[in-house]
């Protein structure tokens, strides 16, 4: 919309529309572009190597070999991915096309939403999304406020108050929208939800244009939701790309799991192996060759050109031959493998009947499939309180007015309020106290006669609803109501409140200084009917208390301290009373401090530090939050299997210790240690330090002597309770450059309480709690769980995320979520412990199968010349690892379940902590498994072909049949190894083992069966049934199955009875308990 | 192995098995978002399983049975192995006071052929049917440049690559612009050595009759090795326009008199093109049938066997031998099979006596007392 002549030369932008493009791909550049993509994974890009190599040189094996897994993996990936973004095109064009409510020429035009353009202005009706970032015009409302919940951008379901800019806000029908002359200048771009500036100059017909702030109260963002508002109106400020959601699709960084990297590490290794493997052959080769009747023996001729060709050319080219014979010790498959495990994996956890929850009806979420085996690996947890450890479904306890308790079921049982009615001094104190509680907050009133299904609705036997978005707010004016002081509404800027003898009570609400975590307070300005201006103010006491300069202090502390204890939280109220004048100052500074464009918060916050001081304490109030249930016995369960849990909170540590006991985090024995400012005002901060790492020490020093002795078992506990100033405190670097020194200490002292609480935390110290954490130098597994806005910092920090309740839609923060705190029982005992026993198994599986499978290849070279000539036919080679021994380790990986879940939970501490399964003891165990397996694979065959007759018909066996029988024997011990491995037998177990069996006989009878009309060779003809009809072969591969299984039977046996693991004595517990029943 | 069916209390009385397959895993995923997750056996992991455990009780029977089943089944081929009689003769010529001493230089193209003959004296008779071998040392024929050196269309008897054939042939693919039937290194090194029997009795020479058909497999014979097709059966013609391989002395249409055993069909080829695993192998080259249930099929006594020596083996350091022995239902004589097994079967059953002394030193502490908690 163009400015009127007269104002500052305007420079014309170019906005993007409003598509919201999320897809990758488009039709024409799907495959190159997705190729590109996948070609840039390292394991692609090797094997994509490997099968060139294969089209220029010539090689042992056909180029199909490589090229016919890579293409399925690729072709999987790119449907998978294709698929994906197809989705993704069908909800962009959805998103894209919806129909949008505009005006034009003061008409309501319909249109797609894809056609807004920045400037237009849109009216959006209740329960719909706002199509772009909005500047809120006006609303149905009255009062110019519309509500609107965030839950798909930040998983906030609260309701959220926004207002229409003042000027405009009277303007309800198009008409008038549409006469609107006005620009808004706004800042760039910006990701963050809760931050805007900006400034709208309203032209009015011949004046100046009057000039308002904009802040993010007034910016209505796309994605949110509006509710319980008929409808509004908007002018479009970012569209498209430029919003503030679809700038916040980037940027989630990749966690990877300890298990990818070991995997990692272990291929790295192989890769090594393969390339010494092949150097090896290749000096050989040249060694062996350098006499000439080996090299060309008149039998084996050259041709010309290969006679001609260049040595080191021809060295190098025999080099990467090798490289692609034993290249399949690599295999293409166990990245296909590993996906698919964890893809289907997951469903697991989504399918869990114990961890669905029927009050709301949601169940786990699985965001990213990539960390499930790290759920079982977790060493730290960091969990929020309120709403996680708590319900956060609040209920006012109590409030204590100048040191007189008040609680409100007392008084509904018509008790009343007794001694203190009538008094004049107190009168006026209480009665404040009650308004300041009904005018002091950002609640908003719903008539119930449309109840939406909200969790409000327990409620809805009131005559009114009161939404906020703060739970503490609504406990607060509900326990009011209950003490006799109802909050009826917010009518043009005048707050009604009924009170005790029913009279209505008007006052203008003239300024609200909203809450944030940092002043940890709010206030409202009000001028009541008598022309009072006052200032209420509320919150947590560690903010008010300071401000306080009358006001019965002593008795309101030690009434919420008392209250903190158990557990309740407590906010405190208090006044002011503003002359004339005072306000008009205030005024002026809040609105010079709103339009400013530039450090708003900060100059704001002044200003609220200015104004809110010199108050009169009126009392405290009390609201309870209850734990979760089963939330102690979850955190007992997790402490039994060693993960350590930190809570880390905002609240304030007497309420948060109330918690942690509560919960069983802190025990009656436990000792508690404080680091908390109070002590190191005492002390400096290094002695507190030295102290507590001496106690923990002592402690832990005495317990290895106990230990030794074996007199004593019950060790002493300790937890430890720090605040976020003595973190800061820790966490700040000294100029001395010895700032590692407290950070150590004080990760030492961490490392030897059982139970850590952090309270009074801001967000951005949560995440760096857990930061410090993982990367102090034993790399400890962290998880972190919480359920609002403020734990996102944290969750994204940690190595897994998960986030319960609230944040249905904010989930896409986090890796899992999951319904309620008690459900990271199961989560982490079964579910994770399952998905990394599984997992482990697979990775050293596959490598084991893959040594098996090529070693023999490496010995036969010796026997060969080193002329790279495959044991194994084409076919065998290519469907070896697609296959013939996929399918049971995947099922292997998905079904296994070494004990049961029910063990699993009630004895959790079964070792498979810090990556157990996959130290290199347990590697190089696999793979000297691999290699003696494949030692006797081949010097089994040898010794029964060499120089002998193994048929009864007297007729001989070529070098296929060698292979043949070699790939038999490998194919039967490496599924039969993984039956032994096997603990759990269903029936889809044994389907596919022996169904797998099954499979390559018959494939083999087929494979050998016919003349196959478009193979330029028939060397398989016959071979297998050949084989299969001669005595010495079938009592070979009896013979070599079993001895190729012999040792890990007898390491398996002998381990379990000399030197039983934890997992192994269950197992046999178990077993002997069912033997005897 | 542990007899422990536990069926796992399933709360929706689902029969076993009934769990969805594997398809279930990947379709129903979607819609778990809002509703209930079904409570199935296969959903809630909670399947019938049979639930194993490799403990030192449920292992030591398995032990002792295979030490029990091996040990007596080594035996058997220990013994029969032994049974079988088998002779062999290096003929090489590599030591001056050889026979065939004289022809070790030969060459492919040596006429007339250089022939010697080597005498040798049975010490046993060999009762049954006996297989006559010959051996070659020192022999790449799992080459890979040898190996893939081969066309085994043109060898199936198709037309096209009997005229043109595959690139793997090279360098024996062509000769003087004419294809090369049958193609390829292994084809054009066929061992073309002449062994003949004769028992000698009283210096007289009497020819055994060697059998050279059923020396290669059947299918071989039948099924993968064709002469091409055309009019009539004359070979020759069939031929028309290839020319032998280089070493040959003669085109393969004239490998032997016979029409059956001709071309690409004849047996001494087929077996020859089916290339040995390792460097030091042998093939069947002819058979001796049992004449009579009275006689043995060779008598213990004086042998000598007369040699065409037309194969060169000197100047790759190979050796040749010739090989009589009888077959048993478990092959030639090979004692690698019986003593494995006796030595497989008594560690099994030597372990498994260690397996007990284990199991009832410590295997009390393990079951009751030592669990923790």
């Known amino acids: 919309r163009e400015p009127p002549p007269g104002t500052e030369a305007y420079i014309p932008q170019r906005f993007p529309d409003n598509r919201i493009v999320s897809s990758k791909y488009t039709f024409w550049n799907f495959i190159p572009k997705n190729l590109f993509e996948q070609f840039r994974r390292i394991a692609n890009f090797y094997f994509l190597i490997i099968f060139l190599v294969q089209l220029i040189i010539d090689t042992p094996t056909s180029p199909v070999t490589s090229g016919l897994p890579l293409l399925f993996v690729i072709t999987v990936t790119a449907i998978k991915q294709g698929y994906e973004d197809w989705l993704r095109h069908k909800a962009d064009n959805a998103m894209n096309q919806c129909p949008v409510h505009f005006i034009q020429h003061g008409k309501l035009v319909r249109k797609q939403s894809r056609k807004l353009r920045v400037g237009d202005i849109v009216m959006v009706k209740e329960d719909e999304t706002f199509p772009c970032d909005l500047i809120f015009l006006s609303s149905s409302r009255g009062d110019g406020t519309c509500f609107v919940t965030t839950a798909s951008l930040d998983g906030e379901s609260s309701h959220k108050t926004h207002y229409a800019v003042q000027d405009t806000k009277a303007f309800h029908s198009e008409q008038e929208i549409d006469a609107l002359h006005a620009t808004i200048e706004c800042e760039q771009p910006q990701p963050d939800l809760y931050k805007f500036v900006g400034r709208i100059n309203v032209y009015h017909d011949r004046n100046e244009p009057t000039a308002r702030p904009l802040g993010s109260e007034n910016l209505l963002l796309r994605g949110a939701t509006l509710k319980n508002t008929e409808k509004i109106f908007g002018v479009a400020i970012y569209t498209g790309m430029e919003t503030k959601m679809a700038l916040n699709y980037q940027s989630k960084s990749q966690k990877r799991s300890a298990v990818e990297k070991s995997m990692n590490v272990f291929l790295i290794v192989y890769l090594c192996i393969l390339i010494s493997k092949a150097l090896i052959n290749t000096v050989l080769k040249y060694v062996w060759q350098s006499e000439p009747f080996r090299d060309e023996p008149w039998y084996n001729q050259k041709t010309e050109p290969e006679r001609k060709r260049n040595q080191f050319l021809q060295a190098f080219t025999d080099f990467l031959a090798f490289m692609v014979l034993f290249n399949y010790i690599i295999p293409v498959s166990m990245y296909v493998t590993v996906e698919m495990q964890k893809f289907l994996g997951s469903y697991f956890l989504t399918w869990d009947e114990e961890m669905f929850d029927e009050d709301t009806g949601e169940g786990p979420l699985v965001n990213t499939s990539d960390l499930n085996e790290e759920l079982g690996q977790i060493e730290y947890v960091f969990t929020d309180k309120t709403g996680t450890l708590t319900e956060n479904n609040m209920e006012f306890v109590e409030c204590c007015i100048e040191g007189h308790v008040y609680i409100p079921h007392v008084i509904c049982n018509g008790i009343g309020l007794g001694p203190f009615k009538g008094q004049v001094t107190y009168y006026t104190r209480e009665e404040l106290f009650f308004r300041a509680l009904c005018l002091c907050h950002t609640v908003q009133v719903k008539d119930d006669d449309n109840v939406d299904g909200l969790k409000k609705s327990q409620l809805s036997r009131r005559s009114r609803i009161y939404i906020s978005s703060s739970p503490d707010e609504v406990a607060l004016v509900e326990g009011i109501q209950r003490l006799g002081y109802t909050y009826l509404c917010l009518k043009d800027n005048y707050m009604e409140i009924l009170n005790r003898e029913n009279n209505r009570e008007k006052f203008e609400l003239l300024e609200v200084l909203s809450f944030d975590s940092v002043r940890r307070r709010m206030s409202v300005i009000v001028k009541s009917s008598t022309g009072d201006i006052f200032l209420f103010c509320k919150g947590a006491d560690s903010s008010i208390f300071p401000r306080v300069k009358e006001g019965k202090i002593d008795q309101i502390r030690s009434r919420v301290e008392r209250n903190a204890v158990e557990g309740l939280r407590t906010l405190c109220v208090a006044y002011k009373k503003l002359t004339a004048e005072e306000y008009s100052n205030a005024q002026k500074m809040l609105q010079n401090a709103k339009l400013a464009l530039q450090d708003r918060e900060k100059k704001l916050a002044e200003v609220y530090e200015k104004i809110e001081r010199d108050f009169i304490l009126l009392g405290a109030t009390a609201v309870e939050d209850r734990l979760q249930e089963k939330a102690a016995d979850t955190i007992e369960a997790l402490q039994k299997a060693g993960i350590k849990v930190w809570v880390l909170t905002g609240d304030k540590m007497e309420t948060a210790a109330a918690t942690c006991y509560a919960c069983k985090l802190f025990r009656r024995n436990t000792q508690i240690l404080e680091l908390t400012t109070k002590k190191i005002e005492e002390q400096s901060l290094h002695d507190v330090l030295f102290d507590l790492s001496k106690t923990v020490l002592r402690h832990s020093g005495s317990l290895t002597r106990d230990s030794l002795s074996g007199l004593s078992t019950d060790m002493q506990d300790y937890g430890l309770i720090i605040d976020g100033a003595a973190l800061s405190l820790i966490m700040k670097p000294r100029q001395d450059g010895s700032s590692g020194n407290y950070r150590e200490l004080f990760l030492e002292i961490c490392r030897n309480c059982s139970a850590v609480l952090c309270c009074r935390m801001a967000p951005l110290q949560k995440a760096q709690i857990v930061k410090l954490i993982k990367l102090s130098k034993e790399h400890p597994i962290t998880l972190a769980i919480g359920d609002g806005a403020n734990d996102v910092s944290m969750i994204l920090e940690a190595h897994v995320g998960i986030i319960g309740k609230e944040g249905r839609q904010a989930a896409r923060n986090s890796d899992y979520a999951i319904p309620k705190f008690k459900h990271l029982k199961k989560m982490l005992l079964v579910h994770g412990h399952f998905y990394y026993v599984r997992i482990s198994e697979l990775v050293q599986y596959f490598f084991y199968k893959n040594v098996c499978f090529i070693f023999p290849q490496f010995l036969y070279q010796f026997f060969c010349g080193f002329s790279q000539q495959p044991l194994y036919d084409t076919a065998y080679l290519t469907l070896y690892n697609i296959s013939f021994t996929s399918l049971p380790i995947l099922l292997y990986s998905l079904m296994e379940q070494h004990v049961s879940a029910d063990t699993l939970k009630r004895e959790p501490s079964l070792d498979v902590a810090k990556n157990a399964l996959l130290r290199w003891r347990a590697f190089i165990y696999w793979t000297f498994l691999g290699v003696f397996d494949a030692v006797v694979f081949f010097f089994g065959a040898y010794f029964l072909f060499d120089n002998t007759i193994v048929t009864s018909n007297g007729q001989m066996f070529g070098n296929w049949t060698f292979g043949t029988l070699v790939f038999t024997v490998l194919v039967f011990t490496v599924t039969l190894k993984l039956a032994l491995d096997t603990h759990y037998w269903t029936w889809i177990n044994h389907f596919m083992i022996w169904g797998s069996l099954l499979f390559y006989i018959v494939f083999s009878l087929l494979w050998g069966g016919i003349i196959w009309p478009f193979l330029n060779y028939q060397r398989m003809y016959y071979v297998f049934m050949q084989m299969l009809s001669s005595g010495p072969a079938w009592l070979g591969i009896i013979l070599l199955i079993t001895v190729s299984l012999l040792p890990d039977v007898l390491k398996k046996v002998l381990c379990r009875q000399l030197w039983p693991t934890a997992t192994e004595r269950i197992q046999v517990k178990i077993f002997f308990c069912v033997i005897s029943f | ?373």
């Not at chain 2, 091996?70 to 081929?77: K, L």
């Not at chain 2, 004296?121 to 440049?145: A, C, D, K, P, W």
């Not at chain 2, 004239?254 to 001709?262: F, H, I, K, R």
């Open chain 2, 1 to 373: 192995m542990a007899v422990n069916y536990s069926a796992k209390e399933e709360a929706d009385g689902h029969p076993a098995g009934a769990g969805p397959g594997g398809g279930a895993a990947t379709g129903g995923g979607g819609a778990v978002k809002t509703r209930k997750p079904d409570n199935t056996a296969f959903k809630q992991q909670r399947l019938p399983a049979w639930q194993p455990i490799l403990t030192a009780g449920t292992v030591l029977p398995a032990f002792f049975i295979i030490g029990l089943i091996f040990i007596p089944i080594g035996i058997g081929i220990f013994v029969t192995s032994n049974n079988i009689r088998e002779y062999e003769i290096d003929y090489t010529g590599i030591e001056p006071s050889s026979p065939c001493n004289k022809c070790l230089n030969v060459s492919w193209d040596s006429t007339p052929p250089c022939t010697c003959t080597i005498n040798f004296t049975l010490e046993h008779s060999f009762e049954s049917n006996v297989f006559m071998y010959y051996g070659l040392s020192n022999f790449y024929q799992n080459h890979r440049r040898y190996v893939k050196s081969r066309d085994d269309s043109q060898l199936n008897g198709d037309n096209s690559s009997l005229l043109n054939p595959s690139k793997e042939c090279e360098p024996y693919r062509t000769n003087e612009d004419k294809p090369i039937a049958p193609c390829g290194a292994i084809a054009n090194s066929m061992f073309n050595d002449t062994l003949e029997l004769y028992h000698v009795e009283n210096d007289t020479r009497t020819a055994i009759t060697l059998i050279k058909k059923g020396i290669a497999w059947w299918t071989d014979k039948n099924v993968k090795f064709r002469n091409p097709t055309g009019d009539g059966n004359n070979l020759t013609a069939l031929f028309q326009g290839t020319t032998k391989p280089v070493n040959w002395p003669k085109p393969v249409y004239m490998l032997d008199s016979e029409p059956d055993n001709n071309g690409f069909i004849n047996e001494d080829f087929i077996v020859w093109m089916r290339t040995a695993a390792l460097p030091t192998f042998r093939k069947l080259y002819r058979l001796i049938e049992r004449k009579s249930n009275l006689q043995p099929t060779l008598q213990a006594g004086k042998y000598s066997l007369d040699i065409t020596y037309n194969y060169p083996v000197h100047s790759f350091d190979g050796r040749k031998r010739m090989i009589l022995s009888t077959i048993s239902w478990m092959g030639g004589k090979n004692p690698f099979l019986g003593i494995a097994y006796i030595t497989v079967g008594s560690i099994c059953f030597f372990l498994g006596v260690v397996l007990l002394i284990i199991h009832h030193k410590y295997g009390n502490r393990n079951t009751s007392a030592d669990i923790p908690n």
